[in-house]
Nanobody, 124 residues
Framework: QVQLVESGGGLVQTGDSLRLSCAVS??????MGWFRQAPGKEREFVAG????????YYADSVKGRFTISRDNAKTTVYLQMNSLKPEDTAVYYC???????????????????WGQGTQVTVSS
């Protein structure tokens, strides 16, 4: 069975860095993504990655600060978060798509599998 398990979240201060990890089991995926959701808000796209060479896509709110990457075996996907801000506070979810390519990585409906999330809290 496919399982995505996030880790690496925690409580940090403004300007700090965190690296989230998503362990993938059951199968491999060409297309992976990170989303986040704050209480009472909609789940929003953060970053996506496709292919072995790592084509990447970012939400405007995190571009230049966050970096998505994956290991060679496609068993782990990472989200390096630098210069964290209080508005980055959310539960971060790893997601996988059965599609080899999607034109809009921000569309939640295109992802088939989701992790249970890891909490990231950034204090001011």
């Amino acid at each position: 069975q496919v399982q995505l398990v996030e880790s690496g979240g925690g409580l940090v201060q403004t300007g700090d860095s965190l690296r989230l990890s998503c362990a993938v089991s059951g199968r491999t995926f060409t297309t992976m993504g990170w989303f986040r959701q704050a209480p009472g808000k909609e789940r929003e796209f953060v970053a996506g990655i496709r292919g072995s060479v790592g084509y990447t896509y970012y939400a405007d709110s995190v571009k230049g600060r966050f970096t998505i990457s994956r290991d060679n075996a496609k068993t782990t996907v990472y989200l390096q978060m630098n210069s964290l801000k209080p508005e980055d506070t959310a539960v971060y979810y790893c997601a996988a798509s059965s599609l080899g390519y999607i034109s809009d990585y921000s569309r939640r409906a295109l992802y088939d599998y989701w992790g249970q999330g890891t909490q990231v809290t950034v204090s001011s």
